[in-house]
T-cell receptor, first 116, second 114 residues
């Protein structure tokens, strides 16, 4: 699709299995960390976020873990479905001029392929 | 509620020309951000507008500019196009309260510069 990079890391899982997508971030001063999902031909879609003072946050079938010691973020998807196939991006939210948090710093992305 | 819309969806321009892209945010959203997405650089922040004012700017040359209108619709302009400007340009809108980082993206405008 339009949004997929040529050299994205790829994760291939069987339908029903759990998926873990990892991300390393750069700035320990970031306030929030967010996961986005981008399907072919579409813009990124917000999945879940975690504040920098938290270690874990759960949503529907998804869990985000934050390890500030090693600047690592992960997204766990339970019972992965074919509809989960997409490119997943982590992003950091930082304060900008005037207190804005409109500036998201995105990671390179991971392509998740779910085999039926 | 309608999502973020971007026009046009596809655009082909020649090097040296200029281009204007349009974004209509979700109703009630007053913040609009623009991003460039390429295979090599990924998603990169261009700028953010709020209440017709540029509030934040990424590391792009002055050829990239934008504006926001009183109805929160936004446009971005790229002048003197270069081949490297070929990319998917994404617009995102958000409420400016509550969870400010929860941005809603449009489908993007695919710009090809030849």
């Amino acid at each position: 699709g339009e949004s997929v990079g040529l050299h994205l890391p790829t994760l291939s899982v069987q339908e029903g299995d759990n998926s873990i997508i990892n991300c390393a971030y750069s700035n320990s001063a970031s306030d929030y960390f967010i996961w986005y999902k981008q399907e072919s031909g579409k813009g990124p879609q917000f999945i879940i976020d975690i504040r920098s003072n938290m270690d874990k946050r759960q949503g529907q079938r998804v869990t985000v873990l934050l390890n500030k010691t090693v600047k690592h973020l992960s997204l766990q998807i339970a019972a992965t479905q074919p509809g989960d196939s997409a490119v997943y991006f982590c992003a950091e939210s930082r304060e900008g001029y005037g207190g804005s948090q409109g500036n998201l710093i995105f990671g390179k992305g991971t392509k998740l392929s779910v085999k039926p | 509620k309608a999502g973020v819309t971007q026009t046009p969806r596809y655009l082909i321009k020649t090097r040296g020309q200029q281009v204007t892209l349009s974004c209509s945010p979700i109703s009630g959203h007053r913040s609009v951000s623009w991003y460039q997405q390429t295979p090599g650089q990924g998603l990169q922040f261009l700028f953010e507008y709020f209440s017709e004012t540029q509030r934040n700017k990424g590391n792009f040359p002055g050829r990239f500019s934008g504006r926001q209108f009183s109805n929160s619709r936004s446009e971005m302009n790229v002048s003197t196009l270069e081949l490297g400007d070929s990319a998917l340009y994404l617009c995102a809108s958000r409420l400016d309260r509550g969870r400010p980082y929860e941005q809603y993206f449009g489908p993007g405008t695919r710009l090809t510069v030849t």
